[in-house]
């Protein structure tokens, strides 16, 4: 099969060397990418188009990757150039922005949910999938690292799934940031470190992997947080912990993609604030 990669950043790349694991062509669109992207790209042997539409019209399927914030509208610039395959998003998206999106492309639209870091060895990274056409796209992921799982049961469920997960992990890394912070604004860090010591072991270990972990991809994780906000408010669930959270990440920006921040520069973002910050904003609906 022709499947195109919309786009292939850290974690997207990896789902088209996984495609090309299994014998099928990727292409991706070459046109205004970073230097980074286009060497990952280039490196992974993808096959790059100059146009969306030259994608769309040479692709069986399309997967699309991108931040939280971007994914109806690309959704709709694909559907919009007359797309007759199978659409897969596979981004950080509430369970009914996936049915939004869906209903450009009917049965033909599969919905994803990534779980795990880019998947560069075999047990870190499950690609869920939900819909009707879930058994048939999770086999054509059924050699290397990356493990699809083709779900029973409707669209939604996939995103359904990745919004718990990561309402938990990214939802307490931004929690643990914040703690440190808070200690390190009233001067009483020393004293909540040799406490986590005594009576939480391993907490400050914790906080230094999710400044290192999170912050570089900090910026894309807030509008993920606001995607898993609106998860919860569809529930009945508060919803206000993940949008504080949106707001914690969004301070870390300045830090997009550096590959070593320190725990004290991520505190000092975090304390300085932002204007948007004077109050609490809505979550996508």
């Given at each position: 099969?022709?499947?195109?990669?919309?786009?292939?950043?850290?974690?997207?790349?990896?789902?088209?060397?996984a495609?090309?694991?299994?014998?099928?062509?990727?292409?991706?669109?070459?046109?205004?990418?970073?230097?980074?992207t286009?060497?990952?790209?280039?490196?992974?042997?993808?096959?790059?188009?100059?146009?969306?539409?030259?994608?769309?019209?040479?692709?069986?399927?399309?997967?699309?990757?991108?931040?939280?914030?971007?994914?109806?509208?690309?959704?709709?610039?694909?559907?919009?150039?007359?797309?007759?395959?199978?659409?897969?998003?596979?981004?950080?998206?509430?369970?009914?922005?996936?049915?939004?999106?869906?209903t450009?492309f009917?049965?033909?639209?599969?919905?994803?949910?990534?779980?795990?870091?880019?998947?560069?060895?075999?047990?870190?990274?499950?690609?869920?999938?939900?819909?009707?056409?879930?058994?048939?796209?999770?086999?054509?992921?059924?050699?290397?690292a990356?493990q699809?799982?083709?779900?029973?049961?409707?669209?939604?469920?996939?995103?359904?799934?990745k919004?718990?997960?990561?309402?938990?992990?990214?939802?307490?890394?931004?929690?643990l940031?914040?703690?440190?912070?808070?200690?390190?604004?009233?001067?009483?860090?020393p004293?909540?470190?040799?406490?986590?010591?005594?009576s939480?072991?391993?907490?400050?270990?914790?906080?230094?992997?999710?400044?290192?972990?999170?912050?570089?991809?900090?910026?894309?994780?807030?509008g993920?947080?606001?995607?898993?906000?609106?998860?919860?408010?569809?529930?009945?669930?508060?919803?206000?912990?993940?949008?504080?959270?949106?707001?914690?990440?969004?301070?870390?920006?300045p830090?997009?993609?550096?590959?070593?921040p320190?725990?004290?520069?991520?505190?000092?973002?975090?304390?300085?604030?932002?204007?948007?910050?004077?109050?609490?904003s809505?979550?996508?609906?």
């Amino acid at each position: 099969m022709k499947i195109g990669l919309l786009h292939p950043g850290q974690m997207g790349v990896t789902l088209g060397m996984a495609l090309r694991q299994n014998a099928h062509e990727v292409l991706w669109l070459a046109d205004q990418r970073s230097a980074a992207t286009t060497t990952r790209a280039q490196q992974a042997g993808f096959i790059g188009v100059e146009t969306q539409l030259d994608l769309v019209q040479r692709s069986d399927a399309v997967i699309c990757v991108c931040p939280p914030a971007a994914a109806k509208e690309v959704a709709g610039q694909v559907a919009g150039l007359g797309f007759d395959g199978v659409y897969i998003d596979a981004n950080a998206v509430a369970p009914q922005t996936a049915v939004e999106i869906g209903t450009s492309f009917a049965e033909r639209f599969v919905d994803g949910g990534i779980i795990g870091p880019p998947a560069y060895k075999s047990g870190s990274t499950r690609l869920y999938l939900s819909g009707a056409q879930a058994p048939e796209v999770a086999g054509w992921f059924a050699r290397g690292a990356l493990q699809a799982v083709a779900m029973d049961a409707p669209v939604g469920a996939a995103s359904a799934l990745k919004m718990s997960y990561a309402g938990y992990t990214k939802g307490l890394s931004a929690l643990l940031l914040a703690t440190q912070a808070l200690a390190e604004h009233h001067a009483v860090m020393p004293w909540l470190a040799a406490e986590w010591e005594q009576s939480q072991p391993g907490t400050a270990g914790r906080v230094e992997r999710a400044a290192l972990g999170s912050a570089p991809k900090a910026w894309r994780f807030a509008g993920e947080m606001r995607e898993i906000a609106a998860s919860y408010n569809q529930a009945d669930l508060p919803m206000g912990f993940h949008l504080a959270a949106a707001q914690l990440y969004e301070r870390l920006a300045p830090l997009k993609d550096q590959s070593e921040p320190s725990l004290a520069q991520v505190v000092s973002l975090l304390l300085q604030g932002s204007p948007e910050d004077n109050a609490v904003s809505g979550a996508t609906d």
